[in-house]
């Protein structure tokens, strides 16, 4: 039942079928139901997850795309499949409902780190499954000595501390921002960059074969990755104002992103087109420089809040010498904790006298893909078609 695959959801592709099964259980009347009583944001309709599914007792009153990040952050922090605590998942008749042992105890554990973070720490949310399992389904409770006698594993808090330029010898966010933006070819040329589209290749993290990506973009907020997957495709778009997004096999097929999930998809899309970056976030912050694959990094981190007053956070890492960015990790909201997306961008190339990463590697709760752009079309007509909610291709 360990998890030695490296899709972090999905354990090999029997699961993915078995999602995708579980699908048709839940009847296009009792969705389209859901759907009239759904709550709207930003023009798109937001379903809950106890519309959407048939037995929520403690994630309720949350959109089904947080409740997937729940359900990507439960398997992360235990290191567990969606199986080892739905009965038949991983077989044709999956019961998601159903309440195994192992899901009543994570059912418990959420009311418990509820609890712990309200009498604690005054309602943050700053307990979470991962703050005890760190990837074990039974938390180790000791030190183990040689963890202490050896190199120290350092994971940062997802608000990292301010450094202290004096000792830390790092620049104001302002400079290291506007080296970026120089670095990428300067504000002016990249203001002229106003659409493009771009054609590659994806793989999953663990996977040989490479699937056909498409990708479109279109200044200064708009962006949609399309990756031809043999289950069916794979989406994400954002058209300045609503964002979504659309797996080939899974729980639900294709879903709005809301608020701190939504800002994350603006965020990638803005990242198409970098020029103005500073403005995105309210504050920003220099944390300590590090290292990244063996080169020097500043770290950037930018935050808001939004109109729920929870923390929207983002931290940038820029290559010293260079001035390019190497990674970006952005965190949406959920109910239990935050749930991260990463990406890292390699391979710079100038297109239209801009530098674009021809490599980067898209990771979050339901997998990773690998991207490699081939080739580019600078300032390009972009069908406003492509940046809508995405539809699945015929089988
Ligand atoms: C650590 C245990 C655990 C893991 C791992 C887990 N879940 Fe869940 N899941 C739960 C719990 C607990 C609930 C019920 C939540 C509630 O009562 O509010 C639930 C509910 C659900 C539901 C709603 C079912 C219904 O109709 O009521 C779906 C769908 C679901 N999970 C999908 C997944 C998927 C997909 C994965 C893998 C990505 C996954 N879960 C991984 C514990 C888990
Ligand atoms: C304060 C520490 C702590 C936190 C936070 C915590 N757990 Fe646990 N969890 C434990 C401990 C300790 C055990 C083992 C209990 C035992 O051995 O009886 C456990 C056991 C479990 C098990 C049973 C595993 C098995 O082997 O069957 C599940 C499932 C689980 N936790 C899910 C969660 C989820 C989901 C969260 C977040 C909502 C969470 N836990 C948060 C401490 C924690």
């Given at each position: 039942m360990k998890f030695p695959s490296k899709r972090l959801i999905f354990c090999g592709g029997s699961a993915l079928i078995t999602i995708a099964i579980a699908?048709?259980?839940?009847?296009p009347a009792r969705r389209s139901v859901a759907f009239a009583q759904a709550q709207r944001q930003a023009g798109t309709a937001l379903q809950m997850s106890e519309q959407a599914f048939k037995n929520i007792q403690v994630?309720?009153?949350?959109p089904v795309d947080e409740f997937m990040g729940t359900m990507g952050l439960f398997s992360a922090a235990l290191s567990v499949c969606c199986g080892d605590c739905h009965t038949?998942?991983?077989?044709?008749?999956?019961?998601?409902e159903a309440d195994p042992p192992r899901k009543i105890t994570a059912r418990k554990m959420v009311q418990m780190v509820n609890a712990i973070n309200k009498d604690n720490f005054g309602g943050r949310q700053v307990v979470t499954c991962w703050t005890c399992h760190r990837g074990a389904q039974?938390?180790?409770s000791t030190p183990p000595l040689d963890a202490i006698y050896s190199t120290p594993v350092f994971a940062p808090p997802d608000l990292l501390p301010v450094a202290n330029p004096a000792t830390a010898g790092t620049p104001p966010a302002d400079q290291i921002l506007d080296k970026y933006v120089q670095a990428l070819g300067g504000a002016d040329r990249i203001s002229r960059l106003t659409s493009y589209t771009a054609k590659g290749t994806s793989s999953l993290f663990g996977e040989v074969k490479a699937d056909a990506v498409e990708i479109s973009a279109k200044a200064p907020d708009q962006l949609a990755t399309l990756v031809h997957q043999r289950e069916g495709d794979l989406a994400r778009t954002y058209d300045g104002r609503n964002a979504w997004v659309m797996l080939?096999?899974?729980?639900?097929g294709e879903y709005p992103l809301s608020a701190s999930a939504r800002e994350g998809a603006k965020l990638d899309a803005e990242m198409a087109f970098p020029g103005n970056i500073k403005k995105f976030f309210a504050n920003w912050r220099v944390s300590y420089p590090t290292t990244l694959d063996g080169k020097d990094v500043y770290v950037v981190q930018g935050t808001d809040s939004n109109a729920a007053n929870r923390l929207i956070i983002a931290t940038f890492y820029f290559d010293k010498q260079t001035g390019l960015l190497t990674r970006m990790i952005h965190y949406a909201n959920s109910a239990v904790g935050r749930v991260p997306t990463q990406i890292d961008y390699s391979d710079y190339r100038p297109v239209a006298g801009v530098m674009m990463p021809f490599k980067f590697t898209y990771g979050w709760v339901s997998g990773r893909e690998e991207y490699t752009i081939t080739e580019v079309q600078p300032n390009v007509q972009v069908d406003a078609a492509k940046f809508a909610k995405p539809v699945q291709r015929a089988r």
């Open positions: 699908m048709s259980g839940n009847t994630l309720k009153g949350i038949g998942a991983g077989t044709d008749h999956p019961q998601w039974a938390p180790s080939p096999l899974t729980v639900v």
